[in-house]
């Protein structure tokens, strides 16, 4: 039978895998943005790019995926170490460090941060091209 901990371990790694689902569905738009974006490019024989919003559209739509994706795996590792952090005051053994967990949790809410942020300059360059 597994153990209240083992299953927490599960869980949070299930929500792991579940967040890299999603930024590889966000990076498979974001090609199709890149693809859609150079397609434009190429119609056009003037200095005036025509208004196509389609690329726009496409990448703001890959980033919601990869800004969830982020906060997926930002929640999945701070659960980790919470979970680790947990073990250390109940004087539980564990492999390790928490030192190598809070870099790791630090970065990846660093790394939903700015992913967000460009996120939003993504929306307003959207925006501008409507």
């Known amino acids: 039978m597994i153990n209240n901990d083992d299953n927490t371990a599960l869980k949070l790694l299930d929500l792991e895998n579940i967040g890299s689902f999603v930024w590889i569905i966000g990076s498979l738009i974001l090609i199709v943005a ?4 150079k397609k434009s490019i190429m119609k056009t024989n003037s200095l005036i790019l025509p208004n ?3 690329p726009y559209i496409l990448m703001v739509n890959g980033r919601i995926l990869w800004t969830i994706a982020n906060l997926i795996a930002a ?3 701070t659960g980790e170490q919470i979970q680790r952090e947990k ?3 109940a004087r ?3 492999i390790g460090s928490l030192i190598p967990d809070n ?3 630090i970065g990846m809410w660093i790394s939903f941060i700015g992913i ?4 939003i300059g993504d929306k ?3 925006k501008e091209n409507i």
């Open 75 to 77: 929640i999945a590792v």
């Open 34 to 37: 890149v693809i859609e974006s």
């Open 103 to 105: 870099y790791i949790t």
């Open 52 to 54: 196509n919003i389609f």
């Open 124 to 126: 307003k360059r959207l």
């Open 87 to 89: 073990k250390v005051l």
């Open 92 to 94: 539980k053994p564990i």
């Open 116 to 119: 967000f942020i460009v996120l």
